[in-house]
């Protein structure tokens, strides 16, 4: 174990003189001050980051408890243990209320105080490892869920859906999933080529038997990059897919991929309130059209009344450079909101790919389109 740097507060000289004095003989422990009361602790804390103090409770000027309160505000890894007689038991709870991590009852002994130090020094040094641990952990696995929408058709949602999906694999070689909301009528796997073989519909029938092993029976692996759960092959099944199915869905979703991105129609129905409500981060889609736009504003503002974190809405103007007499400032001004990400107008690139069934992105040879998308996944991964 490194050096412990302790500092001792007590108002009693001799007190003081005493443990200072126990302590200069131990091997990995020195003193690096000693103050009379809580004011000074505070003031030699700063100056000196100890790894532990030893502070007595009743003190003139300020008493422990509350320069305990204020060091541990500023200072939080800072250890403190209290020193306190019996008849302090009361003040004892007060002051690991106010962050002490431990306490030694007076009058204490040279083998005491030492292992009093160096163990709770050892034992909060173990959790902070081990909650960092956990932490880390966490980030790694944490999965993004992302929803695109539009409170108007046709903007662009499934085109940017899925070229934000493959920017996202490329950008990060994690595990990315399109789930294909809009159930009426989904356009992922045409846009990708694939058949729709199996849907979110025979997920849906066999839900009790989904677990973590069997639901990549359910999705379609492309070679595009990324995976996809399929809408209902017609608009007739759309209505089996229910709010409950979608939020299992995305559950089970959540422990096998690092990134779902969730395509959705341009409804405020329960269905993709249920999704909007669960994601990260929901990309709203306006074109350079006022009509768009006018529903933007609209869509926006009920996200707002939902109470949605405004962090937790992006917006993405499409076709920005289109030259149709609305600029990306006026957008701005209506909407009273930065447009964060922005998407060229190309209708020979995007239109192609759509009748390849080859998303932009996945192309081989670059195309100036790709950028936008290579933005927008750097900007939200
Ligand atoms: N950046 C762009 N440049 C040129 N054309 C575009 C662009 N983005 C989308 N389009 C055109 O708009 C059409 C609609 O795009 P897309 O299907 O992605 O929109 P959507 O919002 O998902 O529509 P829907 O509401 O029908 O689901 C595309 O077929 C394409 O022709
Ligand atoms: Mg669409």
Redesign the pocket.
């Known amino acids: 174990m490194k050096e412990l740097r302790v500092l001792i507060v007590d108002d009693s000289d001799k007190t003081r003189e005493i443990i200072d004095k126990i302590l200069e003989y131990e091997e990995g422990i020195k003193v690096v001050g000693l103050a009379s009361n809580g004011k000074e602790a505070i003031d030699m804390a700063q100056k000196h980051e100890p790894d532990v103090i030893l502070m007595d409770i009743n003190m003139p000027v300020l008493t422990g408890i509350e320069a305990a309160e204020q060091i541990m505000y500023r200072l939080p890894d800072t250890v403190i243990i209290m020193m306190s007689v019996q008849k302090e038991a009361d003040y004892l709870k007060k002051a690991m209320e106010a962050g002490a991590k431990n306490y030694i009852l007076k009058p204490f002994n040279t083998e005491e105080i030492i292992n009093t130090i160096q163990n709770t020094y050892k034992k909060e040094r173990d959790k902070k490892q081990q909650m960092e641990k956990i932490k880390e952990k966490k980030d790694m696995r944490a999965p993004k869920s992302i929803a695109i929408f539009s409170a108007k058709?046709?903007v662009g949602?499934?085109?940017t859906?899925i070229n934000t999906a493959i920017a996202i694999k490329k950008e990060t070689n994690k595990k990315v999933i399109i789930v294909d909301m809009?159930v009426y009528?989904?356009?992922i796997c045409t846009m990708a080529n694939v058949e729709p073989s199996i849907t979110m519909i025979e997920l849906i029938e066999e839900m009790v038997m989904i677990s973590g092993e069997n639901i990549h029976d359910y999705i379609i692996e492309t070679e595009i990059g990324v995976d996809i759960l399929a809408a209902p092959k017609k608009p007739e099944y759309a209505d089996y897919v229910t709010v409950e199915h979608a939020k299992k869905i995305a559950n089970i979703l959540k422990e096998n991929y690092d990134y779902i991105i969730f395509?959705l129609?341009n409804k405020f129905s329960d269905l993709n309130l249920a999704i909007m409500d669960q994601v990260d981060l929901i990309l709203y889609i306006t074109t350079m059209e006022i009509t768009s736009i006018k529903n933007a504003k609209l869509g926006i503002d009920v996200m707002r009344s939902l109470n949605y974190a405004s962090e937790k809405i992006k917006l993405i103007a499409n076709k920005s450079d289109a030259n149709y007499g609305i600029s990306l400032s006026d957008i701005k001004k209506v909407l009273e909101r930065e447009v964060d990400f922005s998407i060229i107008n190309n209708d020979k690139i995007v239109i192609n790919s759509i009748n390849k069934g080859l998303p932009l992105m996945a192309e081989t040879k670059r195309n100036g389109m790709m950028e936008c998308f290579s933005k927008i996944a750097k900007g939200i991964k």
């Open positions: 058709g046709g949602k499934s085109t859906a809009d009528f989904g356009d395509d129609d």
